[in-house]
């Protein structure tokens, strides 16, 4: 068997950027040790995968920290029999991480070249239960709707109407709102049919661009 180069930095990521500060589910602590993001970083950056910061991947994209893929997970409180909308794909990182802890994933890219790496990684990392699909993250997936769970790794600045509609009745949604320069991740319940939500922690990500922008 050969030796995983990275086990040493993943126990460190575990240990100092997730038990360390607030991430405290066995299930989700895991997932993140199950999942070897140095697969799913440029190769140029792999010595820095285990770092907890986000780091630029393709299309002018970003792949997000350890601790907030983490914490988006511990907020969605999933149970193993879920099915989970995933908007922004990038390279896959946090659909694996969804795989490790739902039982289906759909995930949404709209960087063709992006979704058809992320397509060919997880099948060779063999994640089965997670369809990836190119097309406008504002717009979700409604050919399999609805969703138990919907995760955007993307700000807007107010929740998409659409995105909400294919979001099933008590369902959970986890993403940032707000301009770039102050965005808020937001956990967020369907409840009879109306947004319940609870800020989580300030936060940045790459904007949500529909496919007319």
């Known amino acids: 068997m050969t030796e995983d180069p990275y086990a040493v930095a993943r126990q460190a990521m575990l240990e100092t950027h997730l ?9 989700v602590l895991d997932a993140m040790a199950r999942v070897p993001r140095d697969q799913f970083v440029p190769a140029a950056l792999r010595d820095a995968a285990y770092e907890d910061r986000a780091l630029p991947i393709d299309c002018g994209q970003t792949i997000s920290q350890p601790y907030v ?3 988006i997970a511990q907020a969605l409180h999933l149970t193993g029999g879920e099915h ?6 990038g390279t896959g990182y946090q659909a694996a991480v969804l795989a490790e802890l739902a039982a289906t994933v759909v995930t949404i890219e709209r960087h063709a070249m992006l979704a058809n790496e992320a397509a060919d990684r997880l099948a060779r990392l063999g994640y089965a239960n997670v369809t990836c699909v190119i097309g406008d993250g ?3 997936h409604s050919a399999q709707a609805p969703y ?3 995760v955007a790794a ?5 929740i998409p109407p659409l995105l909400f509609d294919q979001l099933r009745e008590e369902g959970r949604m986890v993403l940032p709102l707000g301009p770039s320069e102050d965005q808020v ?5 369907k409840h009879h049919g109306k947004a319940q939500r609870m800020p989580l922690f300030p936060c940045r990500f790459v904007p949500l661009v529909s496919g007319e922008q």
């Open 69 to 71: 893929v983490a914490a």
């Open 19 to 27: 038990r360390g500060r607030d991430v405290v589910s066995p299930r």
């Open 185 to 189: 991740l937001y956990a967020i319940r």
């Open 154 to 158: 993307a700000a807007t600045p107010e």
């Open 138 to 140: 504002t717009q979700g």
């Open 148 to 150: 138990d769970v919907i």
């Open 84 to 89: 989970v909308l995933d908007i922004g794909t």
